[in-house]
């Protein structure tokens, strides 16, 4: 059982962020960069198989040389391996071209089971997972909840507003996974010392036979054209309690239909 | 050269147990504080984690660190917490650290891997009712007959002694009478549940309450005579060379409060409004917080100091009685002034820092007071 899960690193979603005015993409020089939250998920339900079936788990992520931290953390976690794509040229991709270069980096890689979080919380565009099915000829089942691998069928519970579906696609396929699936582990002393000996294969664009100007910036098919600053709170609403307290509170309320 | 940038298998040790401490130990622990219960479940965790194993070598289950693995680690649990601090620092340099250093290769093979995974705690237990700076005066006797040392005595304030995970305490016991008249002591290890072996109530502390503190009582205690630790006649001097880094790991934990208080003051700063503005926008509490993480910070590199000469195998004795002083000292100080810059609610105990200011205090004594800190310093340059 091969299984791949993708990681990206972002800046940590705890913490004020914000875009690079030079160019209006992500700032990360400054930021504390981490393991995408939802990825984590991922990669738990990747060992949890692997701990199940047994195989290998491996890391695939797309990103600058310092993206190796989350590489890292992954590896610490319990992962065996990890490829890192790597190249200048990458930098302000959008998700199609992003997703040519997973796809190109998954095709020289031996896959039953590709994991990934359901989103990223940096760009949110949340289009990955079915990018990538669409590329690679395989079937794409987002939002796990619960995740099962039977023989070459994965079951999944698709988690919805009201409850889930229960889905299942042969193998391999592609499966996003929701903060519900499974409470992800912290990486042990032990996996910490462990991940420092773990194969990391870098990969630059030549090496995935993608054309450097197909990706990055200046040809992504979207790019962010200008941005804001969320505004201040709002001073709120001030009751003064004469009495009726109670009463104004609950006309407050049913104003902005909360109630 | 100089430089104090950790390691990058020590700085991830950090952010995972900061990450643990803020999200697994941080929200309940204040429960376990008020209930005065030993946190089983947490310290298993932290034993998942490789926290008690940090220092050891593989072969006996360890995690192949350093000591300054786990001063790290200490530093970012006390950040959050003392009393699970103070059971891994206590579960670490007073319950396994002489059974590594001075036990046999038998006793290695038998407890360090039940320790170093944390599936067991062990203690160590030297004070009794009637000295604690003074441990040469132990009154607690072992005597050799047959085969068995017979244990009669009782011991005081014994850390991690009567928890759902203790399985070994090793003691301090007179074994006998010197040429010279003076006491030999020796120190011997008594499985828990041994009959005779009385493990008495909880302490009612004023700090330290989610850690596990009790009296213990030996009457006519059996066990085998392998269980000696170390040489017969040198319990309490092999005891003293594990508190000289006992006191940097006891550093570390009190920099991690003296920094937790910076934490939650800047925190607290920037939320309370007081006469229409955050109270941070007075100077007054802008200073008090600069004078706080001043102490933090210098604190640490007292510790970082005292490790680094302990790593490369240098005399450390009077740098980590330095750092111990200092760090307990700074830790003491901070907690009383996160506890002014919080008002009234940092004398409510649902706040950390009116945790801190409950804890801080048994760091100027335990593992040797401030007192006997100064004594060893002075002792060292040459003084009395
Ligand atoms: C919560 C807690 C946990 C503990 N855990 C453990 C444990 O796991 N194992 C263990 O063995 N012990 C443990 N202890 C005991 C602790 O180490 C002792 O309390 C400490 O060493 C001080 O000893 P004492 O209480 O007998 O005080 P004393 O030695 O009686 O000291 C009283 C005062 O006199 C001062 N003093 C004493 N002698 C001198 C001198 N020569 N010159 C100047 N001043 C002096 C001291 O500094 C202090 O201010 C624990 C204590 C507490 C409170």
Known sequence: MNIVVLVKQVPDSGTQRSLDPSDNTVARAGADNVVNEIDEYAIEEALTVKEAQGGEVTVLTVGPASATDAIRKALSMGADKAVHVVDDAIHGSCAIQTSAILAAALQQMEYDLVLTGATSTDGQVAVMPALLAERLGIPQVSGAQKLTVEGSTVKVNRQTDGGYWALEAPLPAIVSTWDTINEPRYPSFKGIMAAKKKPVETKSLADLGIDPSTVGLASATSSVLDFAGRPPKGEGVKVNDEGDGAQKFVEYLASQKIV | ?384
Request: proline share 3%; hydrophobic share 40%; charged share 25%.
């Open chain 2, 1 to 384: 050269m100089l430089d104090y940038r950790l390691d990058e298998e020590t700085e991830a040790l950090r952010t995972t147990v900061r990450e643990f401490a803020r999200e697994v130990v941080a929200p309940q622990i204040g429960e376990f504080y008020e209930r005065d219960e030993f946190p089983t479940a947490i310290v298993r965790q932290m034993g998942e984690l490789g926290l008690f194993g940090l220092p050891f070598p593989e072969e006996y289950g360890g995690g192949g660190g350093t000591y300054f693995d786990l001063c790290v680690a200490l530093e970012e649990l006390g950040r959050v917490d003392s009393s699970v601090a103070i059971t891994l620092e206590a579960g670490v340099s007073l319950g396994a650290m002489p059974i590594f250093r001075f036990g046999s290769e038998e006793q290695k093979q038998r407890w360090l891997p039940r320790l170093c995974s944390g599936q067991a705690l062990a203690a160590f237990g030297l004070t009794e009712a009637g000295g604690g700076s003074d441990a040469g005066a132990t009154r607690t006797t072992a005597r050799l007959d047959g085969g068995e040392w017979v244990l009669n005595g009782s011991k005081s304030f014994i850390t991690n002694s009567g928890t759902d995970l203790t399985e070994l305490v090793t003691v301090t016991a007179v074994t006998g009478t010197r040429a010279d008249g003076s006491k030999e002591i020796s120190a011997i290890a008594v499985p828990s549940g041994t009959p005779g072996f009385v493990v008495g109530k909880r302490y009612s502390k004023v700090g330290w309450n989610a850690s596990d503190t009790r009296e213990l009582s030996f009457t006519d205690v059996h066990v085998p005579a392998e269980n000696l630790v170390g040489e017969r006649g040198r319990g309490y001097a092999q005891f003293l060379s594990i508190l000289d880094e006992g006191r940097i790991a006891i550093s570390a934990l009190s920099v991690g409060l003296a920094q937790g208080c910076v934490d939650e003051s800047v925190r607290y700063a920037g939320e309370r409004e007081a006469f229409g503005r955050p109270i941070g926008a007075n100077q007054a509490i802008q200073f008090m917080i600069a004078d706080m993480e001043v102490r933090a910070s210098t604190a640490r590199l007292a510790y970082y100091r005292a490790a680094e000469r302990m790593l490369r195998g240098e005399p450390f004795k009077r740098e980590a009685s330095i750092a111990k002083l200092y760090s307990s000292e700074v830790a003491m100080d901070n907690a009383r002034a996160a506890t002014q810059v919080h008002g009234g609610y940092g004398f409510m105990n649902e706040y950390p820092v009116g945790r801190f200011y409950r804890d801080a205090k048994i760091l100027e004594i335990g593992e040797g007071t401030s007192e006997v800190q100064r004594m060893l310093i002075a002792r060292d340059l040459g003084v009395g």
